[in-house]
C-alpha cells in the first residue's frame, strides 16, 4: 500500500476512503448494464472495452496512485466520478435504445455539413 492520501487539492472533492473498491464496484455495474445492450451496438463495444482495460488495471494494483498513473484520467476520485457518470449515460442508454432503428426517417439535409442555406 502506498502513502495515505490527506487531500486531492481540488476544492470540494474529499479523498475517496477506499478508490479500489469503489471503482471495481462501479465498473462491474457499468458492464453488467453493458451485457443487457445488443452486441452490435456501438456504444456497448467501445465502452466496455475501456471499462475492461481499467478494470485490469484494478486487478494489477491496489495501489490508488499507482491506478491513477496507469489510467492516466485524473485522481482515483475523478476515476469515480467518471464511472459514476458513465453507469449513469449507460442505464439512459438502455431506455434510448439508439441501436434500434429511427422511427422516422431524417430530412434530406439533416447530416450535412456545414449547413446549407434553404
Known sequence: MGVLKKTTGLVGMAVAPNPHHT???????????????????VYRKYTEQIVKERAAVLKQTKDAYEIETKINCGQAEEL?????????????????????P?????????????????
Not at 455495474?29 to 452490435?40: F, G, N, V
Not at 429511427?102 to 434553404?118: E, G, H, I, M, R
Open 80 to 100: 469515480i466520478i467518471q464511472a459514476e457518470n458513465e453507469l449513469n449515460l449507460a442505464r439512459k442508454m438502455l431506455n434510448w435504445k439508439p441501436w434500434e
Open 23 to 41: 471503482l471495481g464496484a462501479l465498473y462491474g455495474k457499468i458492464l453488467r448494464t453493458l451485457q443487457k445492450m445488443p452486441e452490435s451496438s
Open 102 to 118: 429511427l422511427v422516422a426517417k431524417p430530412p434530406k439535409s439533416q447530416w450535412d455539413w456545414p449547413p446549407t442555406k434553404a
